[in-house]
């Protein structure tokens, strides 16, 4: 287990990112082995403010006035999401086959934890209100779900060591996974609170084996390029990519479900503890007396925070002093939305590149960012945000920071 | 090696920013929880006999209790009696052939029974357990035939065999009669005697078994006991017995009393002896006091009270039992009846002496018990319910458990609401007592706000009911108190707007609902 945390910290420590925006470039050289270190952690919202969420990440006390500026209004959803991630990537330099040598190989390892989101403007109140403001009222909580995954992956694949197309097979070592789906739900709160009349379609699900590895999984990441051509004005190449798109198979996972019409006589303070301590051994009784069935099943899930971005990408070594980049990204859940990304890269001198872009969708709205791009012997370094503002600013929604580090061995 | 230099500074900030410590999240979220919910209605006492309504939905106090109901059959106890009864030949032997009859033996069994004089019973409950030793050897077969003893005009009558005698060691039986229901004639074989259960015993020998010899040294031997024998029926001379006892009585809907007073209009109150019994006797009622709240008593005053009446006889049979009463008023001339029912006493001690046939065996046997029959004391009162309030303390008391406080949901503040439904023509103000599981006070709170007393509505058949929302600041020390609290009490001090004519109606009722409305921290 220790070894495992090192590892962790290590892999977000040190690793940069490639797949996500800092302006991924083309490049026909052919290098010797390289190393890359890649790193992504990020989170956005639609609604929840910075302020709001620096205090989750650094602890500290929600005011009212916090949680009001953060509040939804009637009928709308909001959406969080995020990930936390890394990857050290080892790209060979030398072919794979005398009969090809331009094919080569890479091998990878990395750790990632996903996260996503949506909520009701009720939920939220419920969570950060409590139900004062709700007595003799109905609260609806429909539409709201969540979904964390955190895994381990190690991938070997090949790549064109030309025009660097690559796929890369990894297998998946499933850390945990919790999710939560309210498709309907209303809650109707009595006058005094000592009722609530509950019609739910909702269900719990979480990962529980003992073992350290609660699932085992496969996915492939992907990069394929092409140069772009007879485009009057833009010059470049064509990416399309793909990270972590794949299933994960986990062995126990217990499921909590219920899909009826139920009145509950309210409730006490420590039943609303148990109910916020999932992991409290009160919590299989409190919820077996709420009319929720249980059960525990294996099963195969998507990896909700799989990836796939196509666009134009900057090409480098170009003459071109300013180069644009844009194009579009999914994520494989169903909380985060197209996100589309526009941008210029700014060639300033030899070691030294700068760019901007903007982006609207994924887990919120707009973002602005910014990237610096250095390299001086045989390292690359870059260093960005998809959203700067979010660093400077208590009202935006949300932060990110990426990192990437190339290093050509000979 | 001097790439590696170059991550030094980039290693250091994310090393830096991660390694952080966290401190906890939290926010503050407004609940509302019940905690308990009680209705005093008028027409919980219903059930009690207590409460009618008239026919202008008005409220009349009727109550009728006993306050003694005394099982004369006590006085007939007839102690658990063993009787051995043995036989032998007048001959030095005889040749018994089967079947042959030697013994027929009536004897009378006689109970002792202080100065009671029984002529004749029923049993309600009781057996004879029997045994016999059988000296020949040969099986014979006893035949006990009890006299006078009958159930529905047939002679108790029961047959049992017992087993040869093996050498010198005699054939033993042992048998169970059950006498329950039987009636006994206790006037003996002659019918001129009392007290006295007859028994017959007839032995043969088995007439399926050998020819035998019994010698005057072969002895036949009857172990009877009469055992756990109670009566429902009796007819004699029941014995002079005087009686003397104090008992309690408590009045639960007056517990929640606990201060203040009452003023009460028009009382009809009666104290009755009710005699079921064909018996002659004496009553006194030495003394009736009340204890309230505060643990204050009173003593009713009454001329009557502390001497001795006569008690007539009942007229009674069989088919039906009219009991002697004999009725003790009080009112506002001849008692201080008024102030000791606005004492709102809970706890009322009643001391009563009874003497059965003070002048001894003057009816010539002729006291007579049915199944029936008893002596009861009882009280009656009979009056508008119209209470006049002043300063009346009512409490209330719920479980409660706020259980420990956790990290998740912590209270910070809040307060505790006490909403009100109120149709008594009463109104107050009220308090929070919180109590820890030893029952010791951890806290008490104080509304500011009061409640009501209902209005007459238009057609002056009931009271409109109002509503009131009392709120109980929770301060800092109470919340660091409320894991402990087990009980909380309500304490409602309520006048009325006039201390007469505050007639009570039908729909007469307080509901009283405690609610939280808490400021709980939470915390991730």
């Known amino acids: 287990m220790r070894v495992f945390n090192v590892l962790n910290l290590l892999l977000l420590c040190f690793s940069t990112e490639a797949q996500q925006l800092l302006p991924q470039s083309y490049d026909t050289l052919i290098y010797g082995n390289q190393v890359h270190l890649e790193g992504l952690g990020f989170y956005q919202t639609s609604h929840l403010r910075n302020e709001m969420s620096n205090i989750f990440l650094r602890g500290g006390y929600l005011s009212d006035e916090i949680k009001q500026n953060s509040r939804l209004a009637e009928n709308q959803n909001g959406r969080i999401g995020g990930e936390l991630s890394g990857e050290v990537v080892f790209k060979s330099g030398n072919p794979l086959t005398k009969s090809n040598e331009n094919l080569g190989w890479i091998a990878k390892m990395g750790y990632s934890n996903v996260f996503g989101a949506q909520y009701s403007k009720d939920a ?35 790549y064109n060591r030309k025009n660097k197309n690559s796929i890369v097979l990894n297998a998946l070592f ?62 470049g190449a064509f990416q399309l990519s793909g990270r ?85 990204r999914v994520l494989t859940n169903i909380i985060y939305r197209p996100m589309a990304f526009a941008g210029a890269h700014v060639t300033v001198n030899d070691w030294l590149a700068l760019g901007g872009q903007l982006t609207f969708g994924g887990y919120g709205g707009f973002r602005g960012g910014m990237y610096a791009q250095t390299e001086f012997n045989n390292i690359q370094l870059g ?28 | 090696m001097k790439y590696y230099r170059q991550f030094i500074p980039l290693l250091a900030v994310l090393l830096v920013t991660i390694g952080c410590r966290k401190e906890q999240t939290s926010w503050d979220t407004n609940w509302v929880f019940p905690v308990v919910k009680d209705t005093l209605t008028i027409s919980q006492f219903y059930n009690d006999s207590t409460l009618e309504v008239n026919a202008d939905n008005s409220i009349q106090f009727v109550l009728r209790r006993d306050i003694f109901d005394i099982d004369l059959f006590s006085l007939i106890d007839i102690p658990d009696t063993t009787i051995v009864q043995t036989f032998s030949i007048a001959f030095s032997s005889l040749s018994l052939a089967p079947g042959t009859e030697y013994v027929n033996q009536t004897e009378e069994h006689y109970f002792e029974l202080e100065d009671a004089v029984l002529f004749k019973t029923r049993t309600k409950s009781g057996q004879a357990l029997i045994t016999v030793e ?42 169970v009669l059950d006498l329950t229901g039987y009636t006994i004639d206790m006037r003996g074989e002659n019918g001129n005697s009392y007290n006295t259960l007859q028994s017959k015993m007839k032995v043969r020998t088995d007439p399926n078994g050998p020819a035998v010899v019994i010698t005057n040294s072969d002895i036949v031997k009857f172990n009877v006991k009469f055992q756990d024998l109670t009566f429902d029926y009796a007819k004699g001379y029941f014995g002079s017995v005087e009686i003397t006892d104090t008992t309690q009585l408590d009045l639960e809907a007056l517990q929640s009393v606990a201060g203040g007073s009452v003023a009460l209009e028009g009382i009809d109150f009666n104290l009755i002896l009710s005699n079921g019994i064909k018996v002659m006797g004496q009553g006194m009622i030495t003394q009736l006091k009340s204890t309230n709240y505060s643990g204050a008593t009173i003593t009713l005053t009454h001329p009557q009270l502390n001497s001795y009446f006569n008690i007539d006889p009942a007229v009674a049979s069989w088919s039906s039992i009219t009991p002697f009463e004999y009725p003790i008023a009080f009112n506002e001339v001849n008692s201080n009846i008024n102030p000791f029912l606005a004492h709102m006493g809970s706890s009322y001690e009643i001391g009563y002496g009874i003497k059965v046939n003070p002048w001894g065996n003057i009816s010539a046997g002729a006291d007579e018990i049915f199944p029936g029959s008893r002596l009861k ?20 008391t719920f479980a409660v458990d706020f259980g420990e406080q956790r990290n998740a949901f912590r209270v910070e503040s809040g307060s505790f609401v006490l909403k009100t439904k109120n149709t008594f023509p009463l109104g107050g103000s009220a308090e929070l007592i919180l109590l820890d599981e030893n029952g010791f006070s951890v806290g008490t709170i104080i509304s500011s706000e009061q409640i009501d007393p209902a209005p007459m509505n238009m057609l002056v058949d009931a009271h409109e009911e109002v509503e009131n929302e009392l709120i ?33 109606y039908d729909n007469a009722r307080m509901i009283l609902q405690l609610l939280t409305n808490f400021k709980l921290k939470a915390t991730l």
Do not use: C
């Not at chain 1, 709201?144 to 070997?156: C, E, R």
């Not at chain 1, 139920?262 to 009160?282: V, W």
């Not at chain 1, 700067?388 to 990110?400: D, M, N, R």
């Open chain 2, 472 to 504: 109980f600041v929770v301060n800092e020390s109470i919340v660091n108190e409320l894991p402990a609290v087990r009980e909380i009490v309500v304490k409602v001090r309520v006048n009325s707007t006039t201390l007469v004519n505050n007639q009570l």
């Open chain 1, 124 to 158: 939220f109140d419920l969570l950060f209100f409590g139900n004062q403001s709700m007595l003799g009222e109905e609260a609806t909580i429909a539409n709201t779900s969540a979904f964390n995954l955190s895994f381990y992956k190690a991938g070997f694949g090949i």
């Open chain 1, 174 to 235: 499933g850390g945990s996974y919790t999710g939560i789906d309210i498709d309907r739900g209303h809650l109707t709160f009595s006058e005094d609170g000592g009722e609530v009349e509950a019609n739910l379609n909702m269900g719990i699900q979480q990962s529980i084996s003992p073992s350290y590895f609660q699932g085992m999984g496969a996915a492939i990441d992907f990069e394929l390029h092409a140069a772009i051509k007879d485009i009057p004005g833009i010059s």
């Open chain 2, 134 to 175: 059988n000296p020949v050897e040969t099986a014979t077969i006893f035949e006990v035939e009890l006299p006078g003893v009958t159930k529905n005009g047939a002679v108790f009558t029961q047959t049992e065999i017992v087993p040869a005698a093996q050498g010198n060691t005699p054939g033993v039986r042992s048998f």
């Open chain 2, 377 to 396: 004391l009882r009280f009656e009162a009979d009056f508008p319910l119209a209470v006049g309030a002043d300063n009346l303390i009512i409490i209330d």
């Open chain 1, 383 to 410: 260093i960005g945000s998809e959203d700067v503002v979010g660093f400077l600013a208590q009202s935006t929604f949300g932060k990110s920071l990426l990192i990437r580090g190339v290093w050509r061995l000979d």
């Open chain 1, 244 to 328: 972590n798109l794949g299933v994960m198979y986990f062995s126990k996972v217990e499921s909590y479900g219920v899909n009826s019409e139920l009145t509950y006589s309210g409730f006490t303070l420590n039943e609303l503890s148990d109910l916020a301590n999932y992991s409290s051994s009160d919590f299989d009784t409190y919820i077996d007396s709420l009319g929720f069935s249980s059960s525990q099943f294996s099963g195969v899930r998507w990896v909700p925070g799989g990836t796939i971005q196509a666009g134009k990408i900057v090409e480098e070594g170009s003459e071109k002093v300013v180069q644009s980049f844009f194009g579009v």
